[in-house]
């Protein structure tokens, strides 16, 4: 009998082992779409250093933000506007007000064959609206896209934006406004830089940079939801290191000195 019981003893101790040993599920981590390029890399960086993962989930920051609000499960949030955090961070939900981690910039891009030429000062926008040869552009959906705003202002300063409103493309975020930029038939569209540096997109459209005191920067921050775990906390931290800035400024963006 006290064989048994020893053996019985022996075996719950093996299955607790178990039970503790069993991995604990990814963390959810909600970013803005003009990070899609950027943020893979820097998680798989951090997998790669680290052995955890992380669930990357993107999409325009107003949306995103929304979610939050309502509950969703996310741990680390990285906004293309940083005024989403401060909202996050009056309501409650958040630790603290976060990090600014990237400056972001906008670029005029159009598919090859387009009759749109490219210019930073949008004078070929205007003089291919002059002749009729832009029936569709394609930019963010400014009413929740932080990219699709800052576009709306740049054709603002640039005198476009009502010459403009019966053509536009409104992607749900300004990853789906490059396809549309760029696949859906339009003369082209305003975009994140971030995202044409996609070799996918250079062999297929041009784009150059639009002057950035045309609109109000992007100033992108970061902040851990007070659902965050461990592993979240980690990527949070990972992100202001070195090797992650390196990456960020391989898609474009800048940092302001000492924003980390």
């Given at each position: 009998m006290t064989h048994l019981l020893r053996r019985c003893a022996v075996l719950l101790g093996l299955l607790a082992l178990v039970a503790c040993g069993k991995s604990e599920p990814a963390p959810q981590?909600?970013?803005?779409?003009?990070?899609?390029?950027?943020?893979?890399?820097?998680?798989?960086?951090?997998?790669?250093?680290?052995?955890?993962?992380?669930?990357?989930?993107?999409?325009?920051?107003?949306?995103?933000?929304?979610?939050?609000?309502?509950?969703?499960?996310?741990?680390?949030?990285?906004?293309?506007d940083e005024s989403y955090v401060t909202q996050l961070a009056k309501a409650g939900k958040t630790r603290g007000e976060g990090r600014l981690y990237a400056i972001g910039r906008?670029?005029?891009?159009?598919?090859?064959?387009?009759?749109?030429?490219?210019d930073s000062q949008l004078a070929g926008l205007r003089e291919?609206?002059?002749r009729g040869d832009i029936s569709r552009f394609a930019i963010a959906n400014p009413e929740h896209a932080p990219y699709g705003r800052r576009a709306q202002e740049a054709l603002d300063h640039?005198?476009?934006?009502?010459?403009?409103?019966?053509?536009?493309?409104?992607?749900?975020?300004?990853?789906?406004?490059?396809?549309?930029?760029?696949?859906?038939?339009?003369?082209?569209?305003?975009?994140?830089?971030?995202?044409v540096l996609d070799p996918a997109v250079k062999g297929r459209a041009a784009y150059v940079l639009i002057p950035a005191n045309w609109h109000t920067p992007l100033r992108q921050r970061m902040v851990l939801m007070k659902t965050a775990g461990p592993v979240a906390e980690r990527f949070y931290a990972y992100l202001a290191q070195p090797a992650a800035k390196a990456i960020f400024?391989?898609?474009?963006?800048?940092?302001?000195?000492?924003?980390?």
């Open positions: 981590i909600a970013a803005a779409a003009d990070l899609r390029l950027a943020l893979t890399d820097a998680a798989a960086a951090f997998e790669k250093e680290t052995g955890e993962k992380v669930v990357l989930n993107f999409g325009a920051s107003g949306n995103l933000t929304r979610q939050l609000q309502q509950g969703a499960p996310f741990e680390l949030f990285l906004s293309a906008l670029a005029l891009i159009a598919p090859k064959g387009s009759p749109l030429r490219l291919g609206l002059a640039a005198g476009l934006w009502k010459p403009l409103q019966d053509k536009l493309v409104l992607g749900e975020n300004v990853s789906q406004a490059l396809q549309f930029a760029t696949e859906g038939g339009a003369q082209g569209g305003i975009v994140a830089h971030s995202l400024a391989k898609y474009g963006f800048t940092l302001p000195a000492g924003a980390l």
